[in-house]
């Protein structure tokens, strides 16, 4: 019984750890940034991140990035909250997007997760991010995307890499390719 009050304690203090701020240690001690307080994004947390993202919640973005954030996804950069709610506004005004984290990995400052996002045309356009669109249509990625974590706990910079991107149209899938 002993044993089991033990390692029902060590488990809540490695909860409670996970949830609570992490001071991070400095080399240089002039850092201001020595000082702050860091707040630990943990999975359960970006995990919220991803259902309201997939509920297509644009609170989403104000919950969890930084003010001055960056997102590079290939040659297409937003810079700030505004830039992302506008592209994503015009994807989600056409399609459905679904999120599916395959692997996550964090060290309290950057985050990486290996993720699988299916989004179906709901539709057509002919001017819609990802070019002309009709309805029906699904198109596939699969990637790699790493996040950098303020002290704040927020994204500060994003950036999106490709494994593969496919789309399929009349149940015929073409690989969008990949550049090398």
């Not at 973005?61 to 505004?82: K, T």
């Not at 015009?90 to 989004?119: P, Q």
């Not at 991010?129 to 910079?157: A, C, L």
Request: aromatic share 10%; proline share 2%.
């Amino acid at each position: 019984m002993l044993k089991t009050i033990k390692i029902s304690l060590c488990m809540l203090g490695l909860a409670a750890a996970a949830l609570g701020p992490v001071s991070h240690v400095y080399a240089d001690k002039n850092d201001q940034e020595a000082s702050k307080s860091y707040q630990m994004l943990n999975r359960a947390s970006f995990d919220n991140y991803i259902a309201m993202f997939n509920a297509k919640n644009p609170q989403a973005f104000e919950a969890y990035f930084a003010d001055d954030m960056r997102m590079q996804n290939g040659h297409l950069v937003l810079n700030g909250i505004p830039a992302v709610k506008e592209h994503y506004h015009k994807i989600w005004s056409l399609m459905k997007e679904e999120l599916n984290v395959v692997n996550y990995v964090s060290d309290g400052s950057s985050l990486a997760v290996e993720m699988k996002t299916h989004f179906t045309v709901m539709h057509d356009s002919d001017n819609s991010p990802f070019g002309k669109v009709k309805k029906g249509e699904n198109f596939d990625y699969h990637g790699v995307i790493i996040y950098k974590i303020n002290h704040m706990g927020k994204f500060n910079d994003i950036k999106v890499a490709y494994l593969d991107f496919t789309r399929t149209t009349d149940g015929v899938t073409q690989s969008l390719g990949i550049v090398h």
